[in-house]
């Protein structure tokens, strides 16, 4: 997956909501109450001189569906934010972007989520599976 | 909330709230034995490749996350969180050969369940301790305590107690109360305690809680 965006068009609201979002995730972490650090695939520490997701979102000119260079080709899957997005709404391959290229102006992330590394279980019934997961969950919930 | 598999083929699911804990299990074919924590919200993402579904397999990730992966290719992760000590279940014999001081029991089979007013007696006694009384007309008495002379009562049928030992008071902190109450409201509730302990069983869902005073 792949997604680029554009820095005009984000509000405050929505780096800070992604920001708590990378954090929670440890994915990031803020330094000097400014920074984030992002620690890219192969370990080495991605370390921007402003705000990542200021970095991550530079004026640009793709379309879902377009081949884009990163040192690879990929295509581009989503812009962000959309249209429509909730104010709040912070997209899962944006935050979990890894890997950063500066071009020209534009910056674009990169993610590629790592895939399975071992299998754990089949399940037959996924829908038992989820009537119990919530059934145990719903059952020490307090908020009812 | 953990997730563990054993080669046995069951999947359970373990949620742990201060010293109460509950615990389902379903059906699954299980390589070998597990057990991984996360956070019991981030862990409905795991819900998605579950509906309507036909098959459904569960990997651990790099991330490390737990992924599940529908027939259709829908994909669901929720990373891992921190292990934390999983309770032990009591033996089964615990009430009958085990048990610290008295043991009351009480079972729940009413159609219906307990019904709105009984949830609003409980939830206006949060986050105090609830308690459960049958009366001698096997009527439910739900109280703050052993005298509280406010109590809800809800007439029967649909309750039991151990022994049929009734106007004996049961005890049980305020979460497994509304436990009890939305287990009853899907099918049979059994309920069992003794000066250290409790042991609820919803029959619905096969959930079971258990926790210490």
């Not at chain 1, 990163?70 to 962000?80: D, K, M, P, S």
Request: with cysteine; charged share 25%; proline share 6%.
């Amino acid at each position: 997956m792949f997604t680029v965006a554009e820095r005009r068009a984000i509000s405050d609201e929505l780096a800070e909501a992604a920001e708590r979002w990378l954090t929670r995730h440890r994915l990031a972490e803020e330094v000097d109450g400014r920074w984030l650090e992002l620690v890219c695939e192969d370990g080495e520490v991605f370390t921007p001189n402003t705000v990542m997701l200021h970095l991550a979102v530079p004026p640009c000119d793709v379309s879902p569906g377009d081949s884009v260079d990163v040192g690879r080709t990929q295509t581009v899957a989503e812009l962000w934010p959309r249209v429509d997005a909730p104010p709040d709404e912070v997209p899962r391959q944006l935050a979990l972007a890894r890997t950063f290229v500066h071009r020209d102006d534009l910056w674009v992330g990169s993610c590629e989520l790592p895939g399975p590394v071992q299998e754990l279980f089949t399940v037959e019934h996924p829908d038992a599976m989820l009537s119990v997961m919530n059934a145990t969950r719903r059952t020490l919930a307090k908020a009812q | 909330m953990s997730i563990s598999g054993d080669t046995t083929g069951r999947l359970s699911f373990t949620v742990i709230d201060g010293n109460i804990a509950a615990w389902g299990s379903t059906e699954a074919r299980v390589r070998e034995a597990f057990t991984y924590w996360l956070g019991a919200g981030p862990a409905m993402e795991l819900a998605r490749p579950l509906r309507g579904a036909t098959h459904a397999v569960g990997s651990l990730g790099g991330r490390p996350d737990i992924i599940i992966t529908n027939d259709q290719g829908v994909e669901g992760r929720c990373l891992l969180d921190d292990a934390r000590p999983t309770p032990v279940p009591l033996p089964q014999d615990y009430f009958e050969n085990h048990a610290q001081g008295r043991v009351a029991g009480l079972r729940i089979e009413r159609e219906g369940g307990l019904g709105r007013e009984a949830l609003s007696a409980i939830t206006n006694i949060r986050p105090r301790d609830v308690t459960f009384t049958v009366a001698d007309d096997l009527s439910l008495a739900i109280g703050s305590s052993p005298a509280d002379a406010n109590a809800f009562a809800l007439g029967g049928p649909g309750f039991a107690t151990l022994e049929d030992r009734r106007n004996t008071p049961i005890v049980v902190p305020y979460v497994v109360a509304l436990a009890i109450h939305n287990g009853a409201t899907g099918g049979t509730v059994d309920l069992k305690v003794d000066g250290r302990r409790g042991h609820l069983h919803r029959a619905d869902y096969g959930v079971t809680v258990q926790w210490t005073r």
